[in-house]
């Protein structure tokens, strides 16, 4: 079935970066985009941008500008995040979810990884 | 920026139904798709194009939308149904394409 997995739960000092990993299966990796999507405690789901495996090309969210970087490595069927100069308000449950289509729904989602900023 | 407007909360008793409106600009202009999420857990897809359902998905659950007014109907509803249910479109206004979420409705089933 078509799954995706990512890393465990990371703690990380304010200032530092993070990088989390999406490993999908049962579907061919590059035909589909990853998008990221974050949820901070209690609040709702904010989208931070897309990347096309197959190129390699992305999108982020203007917030995220500067900050995110989204890469892949097809050989291992693998997705990554990198958020940097990391600050408390960027602890959240950080998600990867396939994009059926572009411009379309996604499914399905990881069970998403909690990241901590704390000092 | 696309907002995406949902009410916090709707609450239903077993057997009723439920619906939950997510309003927008122009929004059936749009595709709308949305995602219940139960606590601990990650989002799943359950309409997608405004009103198709993912196999696997209850035939009690439907979807529409027109105007400024999308809408999620779960009908007789069940206490498994209880969970945070999110909206989402693609706002293509720009040359630079986001994804926009509502803020999330919480359905408690009484």
């Known amino acids: 079935q078509v799954q995706l997995v990512q890393s465990g739960a990371e703690v990380k000092k304010p200032g530092a970066s993070v990088k989390v990993s999406c490993k999908a299966s049962?579907?061919?990796?590059?035909?589909?985009?990853i998008n990221w999507v974050r949820q901070a405690t209690g609040q709702g789901l904010e989208w931070m941008g897309w990347m096309n495996p197959n190129s390699g090309n992305t999108g982020y969210a203007q917030k995220f500008q500067g900050r995110v970087t989204m890469t892949r490595n097809t050989s291992i069927s693998t997705a990554y995040m990198e958020l940097s100069s990391l600050r408390s308000e960027d602890t959240a449950v950080y998600y990867c979810a396939r994009e059926y289509e572009r411009y379309s729904m996604f499914d399905p989602w990881g069970q998403g990884t909690l990241v901590t900023v704390s000092s | 920026s696309y907002v995406l407007t949902q009410p916090p909360s709707v609450s239903v008793a077993p057997g009723k139904t439920a619906r939950i409106t997510c309003g927008g600009n122009n929004i059936g202009s749009k595709s709308v798709h949305w995602y219940q999420q139960k606590p601990g857990q990650a989002p799943v897809l359950v309409i997608y194009?405004?009103?198709d359902r993912p196999s696997g998905i209850p035939e009690r659950f439907s979807g529409s939308n027109s105007g400024n007014t999308a809408t999620l109907t779960i009908s007789r509803v069940e206490a498994g149904d209880e969970a945070d249910y999110y909206c989402q479109v693609w706002d293509s206004s720009s040359d630079h394409p986001d994804v926009v979420f509502g803020g999330g409705t919480k359905l408690t089933v009484l």
């Open positions: 049962g579907y061919t990796f590059t035909s589909y985009d």
């Open positions: 194009y405004d009103s």
